[in-house]
């Protein structure tokens, strides 16, 4: 059993920045890619960010250049951080380890003037 806490959402001006963390608790958290997802009001749950346990990263084109994922398997801990947020990046954040059925309960982000 894995489980999932996002942390470090809120409100955020345009051009604003925050750092979102995910803490997995046991043992497998180094075995799994991990991804950070996004799901808007209304909107369908999309893919932002992919990070292998062996650090490669990839990013949807709306985010890449502006946001950064990265672990520390010796934390269980994965992170996003967020630079230059925009109105759209507006969302609930969810890490989710690739291919597993484990979700956490999400965290709030919300850019707003």
């Known amino acids: 059993q894995v489980q999932l806490v996002e942390s470090g959402g809120g409100l955020v001006q345009p051009g604003g920045s925050l750092r979102l963390s995910c803490a997995a608790s046991?043992?497998?958290?180094?075995?799994?890619?991990m991804g950070w997802f996004r799901q808007a009001p209304g909107k369908q749950r999309e893919l932002v960010a992919t990070?292998?346990?062996?650090?490669?990263?990839s990013y949807v084109d709306s985010v890449r250049g502006r946001f950064t994922i990265s672990r520390d398997n010796a934390k269980n801990t994965a992170y996003l951080q967020m630079n230059s947020l925009k109105p759209e990046d507006t969302a609930v954040y969810y890490c989710?380890?690739?291919?597993?059925?484990?979700w956490g309960q999400g965290t709030q982000v919300t850019v707003s003037s």
């Open positions: 046991g043992s497998i958290f180094s075995s799994y890619a």
């Open positions: 989710h380890p690739m291919s597993s059925g484990y």
């Open positions: 990070i292998t346990n062996d650090g490669r990263t």
